[in-house]
């Protein structure tokens, strides 16, 4: 018989107990604006947050006139923000000029607009990190299949659900958290 394991005993953890403890906290995660500055995520205690990965040239870019007209008419209780990306098949090539300009003349996007970042594979920001893994969100691991996935984050920060891109900003599925 082992003296140490008599003495320490067998402690049983199961997959929940791993997940809570690794669990981190989405206000913590560093990100820059799309000027290259911090984004305090913070600052959004109290507000639901919609993360999308967006892209200039693809077929769901007009969700940008949608996801402006959610961010406007939940503006009381929601954060909408952009996050450019150009994994799935190059479809936001510019610079952080070009893809403001492009937002805002195309569609008068006002909402707030991160830096351009990888949003799966190796180089995954900690943000889509936080977002599709189940270790440290606490709730679900997911993976972002193409360009305008939305992740919604509710007012305490916590993981809520995602939606792949056919679901448009307006969909019930979404604005029945907000409403």
């Known amino acids: 018989m ?15 107990d791993v997940v809570q403890k690794a669990k981190e906290s989405i206000y913590e995660i560093k990100i820059n604006n799309l000027q290259g500055k911090p984004i305090d995520l913070s600052a959004f205690k109290g507000k639901y947050i919609l ?7 693809c077929g769901f ?11 406007q008419d939940y503006k009381d209780n929601l ?18 000029d070009e893809i403001s ?4 003349v195309n ?12 949003v799966s594979g190796v180089n995954q920001h900690p943000l889509y990190r936080w977002l599709t893994t189940k270790a440290v969100n606490g709730k679900k691991t997911t993976k972002v299949k193409w360009n305008f996935q939305k992740y919604l984050v509710d007012k305490e920060g916590e993981f809520l659900d995602y939606f792949y891109s056919i679901t448009k900003p307006n969909n019930k599925r979404i604005t029945s958290y907000l409403d």
Request: glycine share 8%.
């Open 51 to 57: 993360f999308v990965n967006v892209a200039s040239k």
């Open 2 to 16: 082992n003296p140490l394991k008599t003495f320490i005993g067998t402690i049983t953890v199961s997959d929940d």
């Open 101 to 104: 300009e492009f937002c805002q």
């Open 79 to 96: 954060v909408v923000i952009g996050v450019p990306c150009n994994q799935f098949g190059n479809q936001e090539p510019g610079n952080a």
């Open 107 to 118: 569609y008068g996007v006002s909402f707030l607009m991160t830096e351009k970042i990888d």
């Open 61 to 71: 870019t007009p969700q940008y006139r949608q996801l402006e007209k959610l961010s």
